[in-house]
T-cell receptor, first 113, second 110 residues
Framework: DVKVTQSSRYLVKRTGEKVFLECVQDMDHENMFWYRQDPGLGLRLIYF???????EKGDIPEGYSVSREKKERFSLILESASTNQTSMYLC????????????FGSGTRLTVV | QKEVEQNSGPLSVPEGAIASLNCTYS??????FFWYRQYSGKSPELIMS????GDKEDGRFTAQLNKASQYVSLLIRDSQPSDSATYLCAVTLGSNNLFFGTGTRLTVIP
């Protein structure tokens, strides 16, 4: 089974802090994604990457950046955390979404105080 | 804009009944369709995929696709309390990106 591992299950950070969310997958997937999920708003795509050192903006990239230095690792960075970034963050990876869909990590619930 | 619409629910069914979850999509070019189950506080897990018109059965789950009408549905037979979750519909146009609905919350009443 593909494993997508997110480094933290729960995280509490202060406003203005720089926050790093890490995601690692172990099945050599090309494609990796970062979403946030909020009640009533569903999954919203922040950034995605189809290859090492490649990144594309999703629907809500403002206030975020990403890094993909190695194929298996995709990091989400909150440059200066704000309270409106309190959310559940989900990482996903896929070999080819059209055939296999995504595999999600267990999620990181981030609270910014 | 690629839209995937689901009734947010909640949908309540008694234990043992059939739960029917529906999803419509706007882009006629959509090629692959997926159903994810998400328990409260957990991440989505893939439970069904369907690619061609008709029905696809897997245990108590049946996915139905009608491309002409642009809808996909998920039937859960003999619903159990453990099926209580939010069900997300996702579609892709054949690219590497999935487009998700906002999910339907299902409650199975013992």
């Amino acid at each position: 089974d593909v494993k997508v591992t997110q480094s933290s299950r729960y995280l509490v950070k202060r406003t203005g802090e720089k926050v790093f969310l890490e995601c690692v997958q172990d099945m050599d997937h090309e494609n990796m994604f970062w979403y946030r999920q909020d009640p009533g708003l569903g999954l919203r795509l922040i950034y995605f990457s189809y290859d090492v050192k490649m990144k594309e903006k999703g629907d809500i990239p403002e206030g975020y950046s990403v890094s993909r230095e190695k194929k298996e690792r995709f990091s989400l960075i909150l440059e200066s955390a704000s309270t409106n970034q309190t959310s559940m963050y989900l990482c996903a990876s896929s070999l080819w979404a059209g055939n296999y869909g995504y595999t999600f990590g267990s999620g990181t619930r981030l609270t910014v105080v | 804009q690629k839209e995937v619409e689901q009734n947010s629910g909640p949908l309540s069914v008694p234990e043992g009944a059939i739960a029917s979850l529906n999803c419509t999509y706007s882009d006629r070019g959509s090629q692959s369709f997926f159903w994810y189950r998400q328990y409260s506080g957990k991440s989505p897990e893939l439970i069904m995929s369907i690619y061609s018109n008709g029905d696809k059965e897997d245990g108590r789950f049946t996915a139905q696709l009608n491309k002409a009408s642009q809808y996909v549905s998920l039937l859960i037979r003999d619903s159990q309390p453990s099926d209580s979750a939010t069900y997300l519909c996702a579609v892709t146009l054949g690219s590497n990106n999935l487009f998700f609905g906002t999910g339907t919350r299902l409650t199975v009443i013992p």
